[in-house]
Nanobody, 115 residues
Framework: VQLVESGGGFVQAGGSLRLSCVANPPRTFSNNAMGWYRQAPGKERELVADITSGGSTNYADSVRGRFTISRDNVKIVVYLQMNSLKPEDTAVYYC?????????WGQGTQVTVSS
């Protein structure tokens, strides 16, 4: 399984970014849960949001109401729309895919929010 993230960057507080994650091979995408995690310097990796194959979503308390996870099973992409960004959202964001009992990771994309 290969996961490739894009869409990170530098943004001022209050701004928005949309992260994308393309999964390969396509046959593993539609039947498996996908997620976004993040890791800030000196901190452990934490769940941001995840979405089941059926479209049910779950969010960390710190991002609920600001971030939206979605998936496109035709384009084989999972998105993370991030609005009202805060400096504490600064981190490397990782896409994940659960295939059976194995969790696969992308290489990560940096998000930096300035105050």
């Amino acid at each position: 399984v290969q996961l490739v993230e894009s869409g990170g960057g530098f943004v001022q507080a209050g701004g928005s970014l949309r992260l994308s994650c393309v999964a390969n091979p396509p046959r593993t995408f539609s039947n498996n849960a996908m997620g976004w995690y993040r890791q800030a310097p000196g901190k452990e990796r934490e769940l941001v949001a995840d979405i089941t194959s059926g479209g049910s979503t779950n969010y960390a308390d710190s991002v609920r109401g600001r971030f939206t996870i979605s998936r496109d099973n035709v384009k084989i992409v999972v998105y993370l729309q991030m609005n009202s960004l805060k400096p504490e959202d600064t981190a490397v964001y990782y896409c994940s895919q659960d295939v059976g009992s194995v969790r696969y990771w992308g290489q990560g994309t940096q998000v930096t929010v300035s105050s």
